[in-house]
């Protein structure tokens, strides 16, 4: 099943990237849709139990993946599956690899981070803490999909316009989305922090686990806000193709800022030096974030402006915008 799980992944940020993000999405709901319904049908109606959900599973990923590929054999797509250009090129895997490295080491380092946490929490907090972070993790994870959906829109916009030299564009498409992504955050935190505990009473009632959660949410996602600007900053810097400040800010929240935080403040500040490492994190990540795109904001200016004094015309070569 994992070869067609990568299969199914892969195509889809194919087409996402040629601008289809609506074909994707679809993909995405069939899968889904046919996995909840084949989810019980061979759990219980076959007595696959546990065996039954994994075939589901990987049969609705094959489904969906399916679909995709048929869209490019069929001609529809702008990539054309051809035997002469299915022979890998170096060079291309090489920008493959250096682009995407970042987002490898971003999801090994969300298990590496895990593990400091987990630690931290059970010395300075105990179970209570463990199951109170889960809670938050899984609420919080609603909030930052939706930015990410915002960045994987974001990334064939870039794409197609750097291509084309039109960097007002690309300036344009970026506010947006810093205002969209920033705007979710504040409304998901406000709307976390006034029903939370009839989020956390979803799990447990016991009372010494909503004491601990309200408090953890309280702090723990008051970065929230501020998330969306790591994420659009480092899928612009991948869809522009820079390796270096994509794998830097890919890193940057869980690996380079979160890990030693969750290491130092609760030396200080116990339980709550845990929570606390998270906006803090969040913070440092921001202001590395605005750093990098404000350079990119400048030459895009300057280059803009040496146009209208040159020419007066929106087109010239293609500089590199860090």
Known sequence: ???????????????????????????????????????PFLMFGFGMGVKGAAIATVISQAIASVWLLLYYL????????????????LEIVKEIVAIGIGSFVMQ????????????????????????VFGVIIKVNSFIF?????????????????????KYGRIAEAVKLSLAATTAIGTLGLLIIL??????????????????IGENAMTIMLLGMPLVGMNVITSILFQALGKARPAFLLSISRQLLFLIPLVTLLPRFYQL??????????DFLAFLLSGFLLLRVYKVFKEYKESLKTATGSETADQISPI
């Open 74 to 89: 069929k001609g529809k797509g702008a990539v054309r599956f051809r035997s002469e250009t299915l022979k890998p090129d």
């Open 1 to 39: 099943g994992g070869t067609v799980f990568v299969f199914g992944v892969a195509v889809q940020n194919i087409v996402r990237s040629e601008g289809n993000a609506r074909l994707a999405m679809n993909a995405m709901l069939v899968g889904g849709g046919l996995n909840i319904f084949l989810d």
């Open 108 to 131: 090994c380092s969300s298990s590496f981070m895990m593990i400091f946490v987990f630690n931290a929490l059970a010395t300075y907090g105990g179970d209570g803490a463990i199951a």
């Open 145 to 165: 999909m939706s930015l990410l959906g915002m960045g994987f829109g974001l990334q064939p916009i870039v794409g197609f316009n750097y291509g084309a030299k």
């Open 272 to 281: 709550n030096g845990v929570w606390a490492a998270f906006p803090v994190s």
């Open 194 to 211: 006034l029903f939370k505990e009839q989020i956390l009473g979803l799990f447990s009632a016991d009372p010494q686990y909503l004491e």
